[in-house]
């Protein structure tokens, strides 16, 4: 499939590239070349070849999710090295 300036100044719109001539020029043959060989894909035969969703066969693992205790906020502040009233006091690291 060969492209054309009008459609590859529109992709280049629509992705928010800025291309001068000889970088369309460059990018035009690329995506020619790019195109070319997806077609052809369309040449191989896929009959009783299923589609993918995935890449592995494998399940995920999950676990059972199950409500434990957490640490309250005074246990959590007890051991704080500096604190305000119910939060930790940590350096500033942003202007």
Request: charged share 30%; proline share 3%.
């Given at each position: 499939?060969?492209?054309?300036?009008?459609?590859?100044?529109?992709?280049?719109?629509?992705?928010?590239?800025?291309?001068?001539?000889?970088?369309?020029?460059?990018?035009?043959?690329?995506m020619?070349?790019?195109?070319?060989?997806?077609?052809?894909?369309?040449?191989?035969?896929?009959?009783?070849?299923?589609?993918?969703?995935?890449m592995?066969?494998?399940?995920?693992?999950l676990?059972?999710?199950?409500?434990?205790?957490?640490?309250?906020?005074?246990?959590?502040?007890?051991?704080?090295?500096q604190?305000?009233?119910?939060?930790?006091?940590?350096?500033?690291?942003?202007?």
């Amino acid at each position: 499939m060969q492209l054309d300036k009008e459609t590859l100044h529109k992709i280049a719109h629509l992705a928010r590239l800025e291309l001068n001539e000889n970088d369309a020029e460059t990018m035009l043959k690329d995506m020619s070349n790019i195109l070319s060989f997806v077609e052809k894909l369309d040449e191989v035969n896929t009959d009783g070849v299923e589609p993918l969703t995935t890449m592995s066969h494998e399940l995920n693992a999950l676990r059972e999710d199950k409500t434990h205790t957490h640490l309250n906020r005074a246990a959590a502040l007890e051991n704080a090295p500096q604190k305000d009233d119910a939060y930790f006091r940590v350096p500033k690291v942003l202007e």
